[in-house]
C-alpha cells in the first residue's frame, strides 16, 4: 500500500510502515480477543449442555422428587444384599479401596429417591443404580424404590 501510494506520488513519511504495522498488531489482537471470548462463551455452553446431558430431577406424583445422575459407579458395601453405590470418579481421588466384592456399573444413571413432607424434604426413600445409561430405566427404579419404601411403612 505504502510502495503504491509513493508511485502514485504522494509522500510518506517514514513512520508510516510503524503505523500500519501498530493497526494491523491492533486488529490481530482485537480479533484475537473476540475469538476468546467466543471460546468462553461456547465452552461454558457446552459444560452447561454436558451438566444438563448428566443431571435429570422430577416430581414422581406428587410426594417424591427424583435426582438422577450419570457416571461410572462402584457398588462400595462389603455386604452381598446392601447397595452403596459410589461415584467412581470420587472414589478414586478419595483413594479409598472398594471391597473385594463389588459390583462396577459404566455410563448409568444413579437414582435417589426423597418423600416430600409438605414441599420440603421428608424421609429418605432410597438409591440405586440403572443397568444402562438408557434415562428411561430412571423411572422404573424410581418406581421400584418408592414401592419397597410404601411396603415398609
Request: aromatic content about 6%; proline content about 4%; some cysteine.
Amino acid at each position: 500500500m505504502i510502495e503504491a501510494a509513493e508511485r502514485a506520488g504522494h509522500y510518506m513519511p517514514a513512520r508510516v510502515p510503524n503505523i500500519m504495522a501498530a493497526l494491523t498488531r491492533g486488529a490481530d489482537d482485537v480479533r484475537m480477543k473476540q475469538a476468546m471470548k467466543r471460546a468462553e462463551k461456547d465452552r461454558v455452553t457446552r459444560i452447561e449442555q454436558d451438566r444438563r446431558g448428566r443431571e435429570r430431577q422430577f416430581m414422581l406424583g406428587d410426594r417424591y422428587s427424583v435426582m438422577a445422575s450419570r457416571a461410572d459407579y462402584a457398588d462400595a458395601s462389603s455386604d452381598p444384599d446392601a447397595r452403596q453405590w459410589v461415584d467412581l470418579v470420587f472414589h478414586e481421588i478419595m483413594q479409598r479401596p472398594l471391597p473385594d466384592q463389588y459390583e462396577l456399573r459404566r455410563d448409568v444413571w444413579r437414582v435417589h429417591v426423597v418423600q416430600l413432607d409438605g414441599g420440603t424434604l421428608g424421609a429418605v426413600v432410597g438409591g440405586d443404580c440403572t443397568q444402562t445409561a438408557d434415562p428411561a430405566e430412571i423411572t422404573s427404579v424410581a418406581e421400584q424404590l418408592i414401592a419397597r419404601f410404601e411396603g415398609r411403612a
